[in-house]
């Protein structure tokens, strides 16, 4: 019933993928943040860039930045030149240059004169990767719901008697409802919500999916939410004054499976040759949901393989 979060651009994306690339192949403690804004020493003024990477070496912090390119043309000493400048100029200890497409010779020279270091990302295919990162499909499972009714019952002044449905109910909203127009409104301090939002609200105050398998068919439960006589609802036939709404709901948790044919697959590579394999499952319904493993391309112990990700815990 909520509407879904927006997907970066690609070169966001990009940008994101290489700070967690970094922050999986550094040691725990690494704080890594993408984008970030440093103070010019020259200038003064704030300058941005594509991600940061902050370590405490002895009592000293370190400051390493990041800078992606996602282009098609090999990257060339211009940019390591300008690279360079700019670290210079806000003070970092050393900056990481990554691109797609690779760096010609001029640029990796003056890269290794200037503090830069030069990574390339390339795709792997199944067979290419490493094979301690064998993990064949990730299951992610997602909460469902479809709403099955909404029924509503007047406010009455002095009457403490708690109501159930379906014997209390005066008045069930149409099936055509829109579920995010705000037909309730506060006289008091004049706010608005929607179904949608009342649903919200019984997830926080609630936990409406307790005892539902995974799996499973739709348990359908109806929630019972009580207003003091401050709040009105809009119906067809003019508003009311509400008492209680009740509100029924098909819930499940169902699956998304994603085999690792459709996981990002990535080498993440510097000119010497040594490089990183990192499998990236991400689900396709939720932005943020991943579930990752990484370890070095040559790498036979499945001890340093580093497990990240972010998706919901269960709370206890």
Not at 49 to 65: F, N, P, Q, W, Y
Not at 84 to 90: G, L, Q
Not at 200 to 219: D, W
Not at 231 to 246: A, C, E, R, Y
Request: with cysteine.
């Amino acid at each position: 019933m909520t509407a879904r979060r927006r997907r970066n651009p690609e070169w966001r994306e990009f940008e994101l993928l290489i700070a967690r690339i970094e922050a999986d192949a550094g040691p725990r403690g690494l704080v890594v943040k993408s984008p970030d804004r440093l103070r010019c020493k020259l200038t003064g003024r704030l300058r941005e860039v594509d991600a940061s990477i902050r370590a405490k070496v002895g009592t000293t912090e370190m400051l390493v930045t990041i800078e992606c390119r996602r282009r098609s043309k090999l990257q060339d000493v211009t940019w390591i030149e300008q690279l360079a400048t700019k670290k210079s100029s806000i003070g970092a200890d050393r900056t990481i240059a990554v691109s797609v497409s690779g760096f010609s010779a001029e640029a990796q020279i003056a890269a290794s004169h200037a503090g830069v270091s030069l990574r390339k990302i390339s795709d792997l295919t199944v067979t290419d990767i490493n094979p301690i990162l064998g993990l064949d499909l990730v299951m992610f499972w997602h909460k469902a719901c479809a709403i099955t009714g909404a029924g509503i019952r007047a406010y009455r002044a002095g009457d403490d008697t708690v109501p159930e449905p379906p014997d209390d109910v005066e008045y069930i909203l149409p099936p055509d409802t829109d579920l995010f127009a705000p037909i309730f409104h506060d006289t008091e301090d004049g706010s608005s919500w929607s179904l949608n939002d009342v649903w919200r609200k019984v997830q926080e105050a609630l936990n409406p999916y307790a005892e539902i398998a995974k799996g499973e068919p739709p348990i359908t439960r109806t929630a019972r939410i009580p207003y003091p006589g401050t709040v009105s609802i809009d119906t067809p036939h003019g508003p009311w004054k509400l008492g209680h709404v009740f509100l029924s709901m098909a819930m499940w948790i169902e699956p998304e499976m994603i085999p690792v044919e459709e996981a990002l697959k990535v080498s993440y590579s510097d000119p010497d040759g040594s490089s990183v394999h990192r499998v990236e499952f991400s689900s396709q319904r939720t932005q943020d949901w991943r579930i990752s493993l990484q370890a070095q391309s040559d790498s036979q112990d499945v001890s340093e393989i580093r497990v990240g990700g972010n998706w919901p815990h269960n709370k206890e």
